[in-house]
């Protein structure tokens, strides 16, 4: 049986744990493979590229599949079009396999502790140890409703975009999309065809030029250019930008206010609440038989049972490496590093950080002492400032 799909828990304990096996875990990977580390990365999924093949048919990505490869193979084809998910899911599992990456699939895990200097990582019954974890379980991972949700009258059919999959799953009659980010508008222009739509939210800005080819190669280096370089922590600018924008919906990248009107999707300002089982928007109630939840997502770390959490339940890291707990590091967060860095241009740029970072400090740690100690108020971390 072929490596990377084989599910039997290795015999041998790794020296590195990656949880996670989407493009975070397979850009991380690579570098590990490269570097000899011995690692395994363990996923949820029956299958790599799961994650991206489980959400709605017709989704295609934004970013054009010059912008969509990870470290070390490029993605095939025409390099100005924008791959369907399904593209992008076999993409990465044959990212896996070429690179002969170690992932174990359909291993859940529930549990990372540190015990005896080391962390104790669990699935149901199968444990490993390691002296790294790289959290790498994605960003849209539980899925947002609002608690009124509960009140909508058990007649109509609520769906999170989480699991919207195509207009059959609906009732007959109206639909309201609740939320306008991108997943929002996409989902309700598609819905426009077979249902009367509307849609409640405000985005969050709109790309100013049309999406498609020529905003590929036009505009989107310098789109990159700016999430990557621009809109990160690493310049002033960034750094006070990004807690706002983090906070605030998305653009609309394809489809826009006029797209949406055009196709005949009507704006109903914000939903706050629910009447006789009805929701209400701007104080009116609105008579729809389905409701699709697009209201975001958050990540997940109930399972990590480490002091890795700030006030507000954030990992607290830097650039990946998670400052309270040693040997524990994160990659694909929301705004983490860039205002890119929970999609494929950001995680790509995040990976080979991390990967140099964790190289320093194995090379500091395996490197004796040359001379006498030095002085504490000296002594700096070269892997501290490779930022
Ligand atoms: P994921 O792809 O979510 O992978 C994480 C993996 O970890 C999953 O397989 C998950 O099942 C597994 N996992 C989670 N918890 C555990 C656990 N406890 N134990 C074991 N396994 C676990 N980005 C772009 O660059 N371009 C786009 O066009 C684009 N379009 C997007 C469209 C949508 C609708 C969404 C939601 C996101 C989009 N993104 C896009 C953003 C981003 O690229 C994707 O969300 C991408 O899937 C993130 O990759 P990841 O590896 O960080 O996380």
Same mark, same amino acid.
């Given at each position: 049986m072929n490596e990377t799909h084989d599910t039997r828990e290795p015999t041998r304990v790794p020296d590195t744990v990656v949880i996670g096996g989407g493009q975070a875990g397979l850009a991380i990977g690579f570098h590990l493979k490269r570097e000899d580390r011995d690692f395994v990365i363990l996923d949820?999924?029956?299958?790599?590229g799961d994650a991206w093949r489980k959400?709605?048919?017709s989704l295609r990505l934004f970013t054009p599949a010059r912008y969509d490869g990870l470290p070390g193979m490029r993605f095939p084809g025409d390099g100005l079009s924008f791959p369907t998910k399904d593209e992008l899911a076999d993409y990465l599992e044959e990212y896996a396999n070429r690179n002969a990456l170690p992932v174990r699939t359909g291993v859940r895990v529930d549990g990372v502790r540190r015990e005896d200097g080391r962390f104790a990582i669990s699935a149901g019954d199968r444990r490993w140890t390691a002296e790294r974890v790289i959290l790498t @379980?994605?960003?849209?991972r539980d899925p947002r409703v609002p608690d009124?949700?509960?009140?909508?009258? @058990?007649s109509i059919l609520q769906l999170h975009s989480a699991d919207y999959r195509n207009p059959l799953q609906l009732q007959p009659g109206p639909v309201l999309v609740v939320g306008l980010g991108n997943s929002g508008a996409e989902i309700a222009r598609e819905l426009s065809r077979t249902h009367p739509t509307s849609v409640s939210g405000i985005p969050?800005?709109?790309?100013p030029v049309r999406h498609g080819r020529a905003a590929a190669r036009l505009v989107f280096p310098a789109v990159r250019f700016i999430g990557l370089h621009?809109?990160?922590?690493? @310049?002033p600018i960034g750094r006070r930008m990004l807690p706002k924008l983090a906070t605030r919906a998305a653009p609309l990248i394809r489809t826009r206010r006029r797209e949406l009107a055009a196709a005949g999707v009507v704006s109903v300002g914000r939903v706050t609440g629910v009447s006789d089982g009805l929701p209400v928007a701007d104080g009116r109630v609105l008579a729809v038989t389905n409701v699709i939840w697009c209201t975001g997502f958050r990540p997940d770390f109930?399972?990590?049972?480490?002091?890795?959490?700030d006030e507000t339940g954030r990992i607290r890291q830097w650039r990946g490496v998670v400052t309270s707990v040693p040997g524990l590091y994160v990659l694909?967060?929301?705004?983490?590093?860039?205002?890119?860095?929970?999609?494929l241009p950001g995680t790509v740029r995040d990976a080979a950080y991390l990967a140099r970072h964790i190289a320093a400090e194995r090379h500091l740690s395996a490197t004796p002492p040359r001379t006498a100690p030095v002085p504490a108020s000296s002594r700096h971390s070269t892997a501290a400032h490779t930022a």
């Open positions: 949820e999924q029956q299958r790599i959400r709605w048919d @379980t994605g960003a849209f009124f949700a509960r009140e909508l009258a @058990t969050g800005g709109e790309l621009v809109l990160s922590r690493g @310049t109930s399972w990590l049972q480490v002091p890795a959490f694909g967060l929301d705004a983490m590093y860039s205002i890119n860095s929970e999609s």
